[in-house]
């Protein structure tokens, strides 16, 4: 059965601080994808990433950074120098790679940015 | 381009009533998706339909939960009778497909807060 785990419920950062958002994920299946989406006060789900298992490299998109290790099923998220527009919930999600794509995801972790 | 549409945006209804809610996709996704968010918890998938076949339905309470998509774009879910756990976030998302050589990211709508009394 598929999996994903963000032990971190709520986490409270000071602006221009840099923090990390953990996502553990279970799987058999040997091709799956991993994505992080967020989540604003307004509700709708935004995109961020998406990764495949074979490819392991890390991902730098401006201050958002992405660390995936198939050795211990994480595929972190962090923010460099948080800003108060960060604040939001960050969903993990996991689906198979092949047949039906059907996204699992995780119970996200609130980030609150003070300014 | 044009995102989700959903609506209506909030619902209140009392227990043992129904309620429907629509959504419209972006224009060219083969694939819809509806899930059920409730406060504090990730979106859980209710059904995906591929154009205007379900693919996955396995977690749609079906005694109680409908959902269509006859011309294959957009989109009802209804509830009827409505139950207090029924009480949530209904997202719609939609991506280019479901299946088959590689992926696409899924495109949320901004969904329905669901009340129920």
């Known amino acids: 059965a598929q999996k994903v785990t963000q032990a971190q419920t709520e986490i409270s950062v000071v602006e221009k601080e840099d923090v990390t958002l953990d996502c553990v994920y279970e799987?058999?299946?040997?091709?799956?994808?991993l994505f992080w989406y967020k989540q604003p006060p307004s509700g709708e789900l935004v995109f961020l990433i998406r990764?495949?298992?074979?490819?392991?490299q890390n991902e730098i998109s401006g201050r958002y950074s992405w660390n995936f290790q198939k050795s211990t099923s994480s595929f972190n998220f962090t923010i460099t120098a948080s800003q108060v527009v960060d604040s939001a919930v960050y969903f993990c999600a996991l689906t198979k790679g092949s047949g039906t794509y059907k996204y699992i995801f995780g119970t996200g972790t609130r980030l609150k940015v003070l300014a | 381009e044009a995102g989700v549409a959903q609506s209506p945006r909030y619902k209140i209804i009392e227990k043992r009533q129904s309620v429907a809610f629509w959504c419209n996709p972006i224009?060219?996704?083969?694939?819809l998706y509806w899930y059920q968010q409730i406060l504090g918890q990730g979106p859980k998938l209710l059904i995906q339909f591929q154009n205007n076949g379900v693919v996955d339905d396995s977690q749609l309470p079906k005694d109680r939960f409908s959902a269509e998509r006859l011309k294959g774009v957009d989109s009802t879910l209804k509830i009827q009778p409505a139950k207090l756990e029924d009480s949530a976030v209904y997202l719609c998302?939609?991506?280019?497909?479901?299946?088959?050589?590689?992926?696409?990211?899924?495109?949320f709508g901004p969904g329905t807060r669901l009340t129920v009394l």
């Open positions: 998302a939609s991506s280019l497909r479901a299946a088959g050589v590689g992926i696409n990211e899924q495109f």
């Open positions: 990764r495949n298992s074979f490819d392991e």
């Open positions: 224009s060219g996704h083969a694939t």
């Open positions: 799987t058999r299946d040997t091709t799956y994808y």
